[in-house]
């Protein structure tokens, strides 16, 4: 089971993930709408989708879903990489820092945090030792 500590991990990454969805679903459709060049639009949509992809899965991820723990990696691993790619191409210097780290961050918490997706029914499992039908002649 999960102690407290792991608990409040869990909801901060939830609340983060609504709240990182939120602001780049508004970055990329505001971005969209400046219709700049090809690699920017590229950008704006990829962020505006990650953005709204990490909406549901806040949510699910305040609600132990086992789905949402791998989501919420892809969706926070692709916002990092979204995040790094002006860097990558040479189209600017300055990048966010702190959303970078965020969403490393919470991408390797989920990958790490595998315990807290396991339901009741995992650790009662049957096996060859705990089997009460098994019998040994």
């Known amino acids: 089971m999960l102690d407290n500590h792991g608990e409040a991990g869990l909801y901060a990454v939830a609340v983060l993930a609504l709240a990182l ?11 969209v709408s400046s219709l700049g060049s090809a690699g920017t639009l590229i950008r704006a949509g990829s962020q505006a989708v990650l953005g709204l992809l990490l ?3 806040g949510v699910a991820l305040a609600l132990r879903k086992p789905w949402s723990r791998w989501v919420g990696v892809v969706a926070f691993g692709g916002i990092a990489v979204v995040q790094l790619l002006p860097l990558v191409t040479g189209a600017t210097f300055a990048i966010p820092l702190a959303g970078v780290l965020l969403a490393t961050g919470c991408a390797l918490y989920l990958l790490l945090a595998g315990e807290a997706f396991e339901t009741a029914d995992d650790a ?7 089997n ?4 040994v002649r």
């Open 55 to 57: 909406i549901p899965t």
């Open 132 to 135: 009460p039908h098994e019998f």
């Open 21 to 31: 969805g939120g602001v780049h679903t508004l970055g990329g459709l505001t971005l």
């Open 124 to 130: 009662r499992a049957l096996t060859e030792d705990t």
